[in-house]
C-alpha cells in the first residue's frame, strides 16, 4: 500500500517522465536525407552542393523550431543504380523524414520511383529532367531546382530579339538535360522566324571538339553551346585552338558555370556565359549575403549548385517552420513546400501547380570582377533578366504537355 | 563430414526462409540483390569455371534482357507473361550473336568480349528515343501472373529465392551431365578433346548461349526488383565484377558466385556508407583475391577444412 | 566540304599519334611477355597528373614529360616486379588484378586531384593556331603532336628493327622460350621492355592531357581505344599499332563528323567483325 508521499512521488515521476517522453518525440531530430555524388565524374559539383547545404544549416544552427536538424550524406556517385540503392538505405535504415538531391538529371526518376515506392518526400535538386514536373510526376516528389527546358526558352528568344541572330548553329550535350535545354531554345528561336543552321549533338565526355568545331555551317551566324562537366572546358579550348574566335561568335546556353571557370581564362571575359536560373554575380542583397558567406567559407565563389543546395535548406526550413516543426505529417510538409513563398539568393521563388520553380533566367556575362576576399576573379554577371519564367515559357501547360517532351 | 554439410545447408536454408521476419525492407533488398547478381556471377562462371573461357560481356545479356522486359511493361503495358520470357528470349538471341566469339580463344576471346560489351552499352547509352538513354526506363511493375500477383519487397525475395534455387539445382544438372564433363575436358586441354573427337567450337558455343541465357534470366529478376533499368547495367564494370564474384567465392562450384555476390555487394554497401574511396578498396579486394584466394572461399573453405582433416 | 575532310584527317592522325604511344606500350608487352595490362589506362592518367603537378610547380613541360612518364615508369616496375611476376601466365588472373590496379590508381588520383577535368597547361610557345595551307587554323600544339608521335614510332621502330636488343626483343615475341636457351637474360629485358611502355604511357598521360583533359574515368576511355588499336593492328606487333593507331584515329574523326549517332559503331563494329574473322589483327601472328 503506497503511503501518501510515495504516491505523490510515483505522479511526479510519471509526470516528468510522461513529459520527457513527449518532449522527446517533438525534439527527436529532423532527418534529412542528402544524395549527392561525393566520387566520380561530378564530384565536383557535389561537393559545391555539400557546401552550399551545410552554409545553410551552419547560418540556421542546425535547427528548425526547436528540433536538431540532422543531414544524412549519401554518395550516388551520378550513377541511378547507386542512387536507388542510396535513396532506399536512407529511407528504411536511417529513417530519414525527407530526401534532398539527386544530382544528375537521370538519378532524379530513379530516386523518383523510390518516394513513390515509399511515400518519402523528395525535394528534387538539382536534377533537371524535364518529365519528373511534367508528363511523370510522382505527388511526393518537388522540385526545387529547374525544369532543364525552362532555361533554354528565353535563350532562343535572347538569341533572336538582343543578339538579332537569325541562322544559329547548336551545339548540344546528348543527353536528356542537353537535348530539353537544346531544344527549348530552338523551338523559342524558330517561333520567332530564326533558322537552325545545324545542331551538332555531342556524347558526355566528348575527348575531342575538334570534328564539331569543324562541322560548323559557314554561314551560320553564331554558335550556341550547351555543355556539361568536363566538355566544358575542352570546347573552351577548342574554340580558341582552332581560332574560331576570330572567325565567329559563340555564346553560352549552359556553359560557363562558377565551378568551370578556375578552369578557364581571360579569353572568356566578354562572353555570354549562360542562360540560368542562376548567377554568381547577381546584385541583390540575398545574393551578396549568401556569395560574401560562401566564399568566406570555402574560399572560392559559389556555383548555381551551390546556390541550389542553399536555398532547398532555406525552403525546408520555411516549410517546416510553417507547420510547427512536426515533419512526420507528410501531407502537411508537402502542402507547406507547395506554397512557401521563397527570397532566395538567386531571386524570388515560388512553386508552379506543376511543382516546379516559378523564377527569374538571367543571361549573363563573364566579367572579372575584383573580390574583397578572393581577389581577381571571374565570374558570371546577369546582363539581361527574364523575370518569373515558368517551366512552360508562355505557353499554356496543357498546350506544351499535348507536344510531349522534347527529344532528338 | 556430410552431416556438418547438411547441416549447414538446412541452417542456410532456414536463415533465408526466416530473413524477412528478422530484417527490415533495406535488409532484404539487399539479399535479393545478392542473390540477382550471384546468378549472373553463375551464367559467368558456367563459362569461366567450367569451359574456360572469360567473358566481359555477360552485362550485355543481362541488361538487353532487362530493358526488354522493362519496355514491354512501362510502354506497351504489357503482362508479365509477355515480357518476362520476352526478357529472356531478347538476351538469349544476343548469346546467339555474340556467341561468335567462340571461334577465338584466351586473350582475343576476352577482348573481344570487352568489345561487344562496349558495343551495347554504347546503344543503350545513345539510342535515347529507345532505351531513354541515361534516364533509363522508371517504374517497372512488380510480376504478375494470372491473376497471382507480387505486392511486397518482401514476396518479391521468396520469388527470387525460388527461382535462383530452381536454377542452381539445373545447373548442377547440367555440370554433372556429359555435356559438363565435356567442358571441363575442354578447359583442360582443348587438343586433347578434339583428338577424342569432340567438336570443341560447338561445345563452347552452347555453353556460350545456356549461360547467355541464365545471365538474361538474372536481368529479368533484376530489372523486377529494382524497377528500374538504364545502361549502366551493360557497362564494363559489372561484367567484370560478375566474373570476380564468382572468382571470390568460388569458381567452379555452384553456391560459390552466390557467396562471391554477397561479399561483393556487402562489402560495397558496408565500405561506401563510411569511407570515400571505396572503388579503391574494390580495387584491393580483386588484387588481394588474385594474388592469395585464386581458388576463392568455397576453394580456401576446402582447403581449410583439408587442413584439419589432415591435423 | 574538303576543308572540313582535311581537318578532320589532321584530327584523326593528331589523336592517332596519342593512341600510337599509349597503345605500342601495351601492345609490345603482351608480344613479348604475354601480359596483358588492363592498368594501362591508369597509367596515362597517372603519369598525366604528375606532369601536372610538375608543370604547375615549375612551369616546365618539357620536365612534366619526362618527369610524367619516370612516375609511371616507377609505379610500373613496382606493379610487374611484386603483383604481375607472382600471377605468371594466366591472363585472366592478369586482367582481374590489373584492372584492380586501375581502380586503385584511379581513386587515389580521384583522391589527390580532385574531380575536376584538369587540363596539362600547354608550353606558352606551342599555344594558339597556326595557319596551314589552304588558309586552314588548326591548333599548334594538336599539328606538333602529329611529328612528335611521328618521331617516337620512327625511334621505336629504328630500335626494333636496327639495333640488336630489337633482335632480341622481336626474337623474344617470336619465340621466348628460344631466347631463353640462347643464355639471354630475359628477365631484364622483359623489365627493360616493359619499363618503356610504362614510360611511354605515362608520357602519353602528359601530352593528351594537354588537349583532352585529365578527369576521372579518362583511364578507361583510352584504355577501350588503345584496346581497339591494338586488337585492329595485331597484339605483339609494333607496326600494327602504327597501322591500327592511324585506322581508329581517322576512323573516330570522321566517324564523329558523319554518323555522330553511331560514333560507337563506328569504332567497335569494325573491330568486332575483324575480330571475328581474322583475330590475330592487321599485322599480329596467328593466336
Known sequence: MLTFPRRLLALLLLAVVAGVAGAQAQGEPIKIGFLIPLTGPLATPGQDMRDGFGLFWEQANHQIA?????VITADTTCNPDQALTQAR??????KVHFMVGPLCGHEGPAVAQVSKETGVPLLMDTAGADTVTKWDRTPTVVRTAVSASQIGHPWGDYMYKELGLRNVTFIGQDYTWGHEVTLGAVRTFTELGGKVAKIIWNPIGTRDYGPTIAAIPADTDGVSAVVVGVDRVRLFEAWFNFGMDKKKKIYGSYWMHQDALPQMDDRAVGLIGNSLHYATGLDTPENRAFTEAFARKYKRLPSWFAESAYTTGLWTKTAVE?????????????????????KAPRGPLRLDEYDNPVQNVYVSKIQKIKHPVLGEVLTNVPVKTYPAVSQFWTWKPEEFLKRGPYQR | MRGARLALAAAVVVAAAALPFVAGPFWMGLVTQMIVFGLLALSVDLLLGHAGLFSICHGSFFAVAAYTTAILHVRHGAPTL?????GLLAGTLLGLVFGLAVRTRGVYFILITIAFGYVVWGVAHRWSSFTGGDNGVTNVPFPAVAGMRVESHTEYYYLALGVAALCALGYRVLIRSPFGLALRGIKGSESRMRTLGFDSNRHLYAAFVLSAALASLAGVLYVYYNRFVNPVAASFPVSVEAALMAIVGGSGTIVGPFIGSAIILGLRNWVSSFFELYAAIMGIVFIAAVLWVPEGLVGLAARVRG???RA | MTTSAILQAINGTSLAALLFLVASGFTVTFGLMRVVNMAYGAYYLLGGYVGLSIMQATGSFALAVVGGGAAVTVFGYLVDRFLIQHIGQNHLAQVLLTVGIAFVVGDVALKIWGGDSLKV???VSLRGAMELPGGMIYPTFRFLLIFFGAAIAGTLWLLYTRTQIGAVVRAGVDDREQVSATGINVDRLFVMVSALASFLAGMAGVVGGAFLTLY???????LIVALVVVIVGGLGSLGGAMIGALVVGLLDAYGRWLLPEFSYF??????AVLLLFRPQGIAGREA
Not at chain 1, 538505405?89 to 536511417?94: G, I, L, P, W, Y
Not at chain 2, 509477355?82 to 520476352?86: F, G, K, N, R, Y
Not at chain 3, 576521372?216 to 583510352?222: L, M, V
Open chain 1, 89 to 94: 538505405r536512407v529511407v528504411h535504415q536511417e
Open chain 1, 322 to 342: 510553417a507547420i510547427g516543426g512536426k515533419v512526420e505529417d507528410r501531407a502537411a510538409f508537402l502542402k507547406a513546400v507547395r506554397s512557401a513563398k521563397i
Open chain 1, 66 to 70: 526547436g528540433r536538431k536538424v540532422q
Open chain 2, 82 to 86: 509477355l515480357a518476362a520470357p520476352a
Open chain 2, 307 to 309: 587442413r584439419a582433416a
Open chain 3, 266 to 271: 563506328v569504332l567497335f563494329g569494325p573491330m
Open chain 3, 216 to 222: 576521372p574515368g579518362a583511364e578507361w576511355e583510352i
Open chain 3, 121 to 123: 597547361p600547354v608550353p
